[in-house]
């Protein structure tokens, strides 16, 4: 039996926990892939997969092989897609998956122009904001926090790190007044995450002037960042949202930066980008990564779509990419 089959049924097996799904993926039967199991179980001498009537699961002695043979089929698969799709370039479908905290003007200006040098990816782009595996085929790309990323085996680079501040509307400090203090945030309405409450508690802990003070709000709303925003924006209350997310709309006077020396104690907020460990990638994943990594180095300017920077590695990728 061919060892390349085995270790496909293997990895499938492995990958959907069922042999009759496996053969379904593979368009073979399930004898067929039993039989391949057990020649491979054979072939290492070890029993790979635990089998019940109602489960298949890899056994704690072929977890690391899994691995290896996922990484060794996408490499192949990989090289094998190069060959097929040569004529292609620099194109095809990217599916990036981005954290809502990302959503706004500067995410906006990044599909600009990305869209711009790339015109010929198809770019699909999902909003979530829960853990994510990039090796179950949905996402080629993440950009989310790392504790939403499973990182043994991908690629990690941080696009940014940012503290958690306290903004509100003009409208709303208008009517309600401006807190001279952390101490003095008990007595407004305040928009947190769920992570900045204590677990099981009714108060934060902030940071300012190198100390830490204990609040305790008698309004609060919890929610993600983008419905805190929003809150923030419509005048509900005081938001305590990561800095890069509402940079522009300090800087257009929708928000104001209030208490600029307190500080979450949770520490800072770290945006991560995330691909595939493989020495094959696309082209078109190469530049995105590329174009990506500059443009979170470079300042945003109001005048920037008019100035698109192209990295070398990006000039150069279309006609690299087959090479590498």
């Known amino acids: 039996m061919d060892q390349l089959y085995m270790l496909r049924a293997f990895v499938a097996a492995a990958r959907y926990q069922s042999f009759s799904k496996a053969a379904e993926s593979l368009n073979v039967t399930t004898g067929s892939v039993s039989k391949a199991i057990a020649k491979l179980e054979a072939c290492v001498q070890t029993r790979v997969l635990l089998r019940t009537t109602r489960s298949v699961s890899l056994t704690e002695a072929a977890q690391s092989y899994y691995l290896i043979c996922c990484r060794l089929l996408e490499e ?3 090289a094998n897609r190069r060959i097929l799709l040569e004529h292609e370039g ?3 479908r990217l599916r990036l998956v981005v954290h809502p905290m990302l959503m706004g003007e500067t995410f906006s200006r990044l599909v600009r122009r990305y869209r711009a040098i790339a015109p010929q990816v198809s770019l699909v782009v999902s909003v979530q904001d829960h853990a994510t595996n990039l090796f179950e085929g949905r996402f080629d790309i993440a950009m989310l926090p790392p504790q939403l990323v499973e990182q043994s085996t991908v690629i990690r680079r941080t696009l940014s790190r940012s503290r958690r501040i ?3 509307s003009p409208a709303y400090l208008g009517q309600y007044g401006v807190p001279e203090s952390a101490s003095k945030l008990a007595n407004h309405f305040l928009l ?3 992570e900045t409450r204590k677990r099981s508690a009714d108060f934060i802990d902030l940071h300012e002037y190198g100390r830490t003070v204990c609040v305790s709000p008698e309004s609060s709303m919890e929610g993600n960042e983008v419905l805190l925003r929003a809150a923030a924006l419509n005048g509900t209350g005081i938001a305590m949202v990561p800095e890069t997310m509402v940079r522009e709309d300090i800087e257009k006077g929708d928000l104001v930066h209030i208490l600029p020396e307190c500080t979450s104690s949770d520490g800072p907020v770290e945006i991560c980008l995330f691909y595939s460990h493989r020495e094959l990638i ?3 994943l190469r530049t995105f990564v590329d174009f990506c990594t500059e443009f979170f180095r470079t300042p945003a300017r109001e005048d920037a779509d008019n100035v698109i920077r ?3 590695r990006i ?3 279309e006609g690299l990419a087959m090479m590498t």
């Open 192 to 194: 947190l995450d769920p």
């Open 76 to 78: 192949l698969d990989e």
């Open 282 to 284: 696309p082209a078109r």
């Open 315 to 317: 000039k150069r990728s």
């Open 90 to 92: 620099n194109g095809g």
């Open 310 to 312: 192209v990295p070398q």
């Open 166 to 168: 306290l903004v509100a």
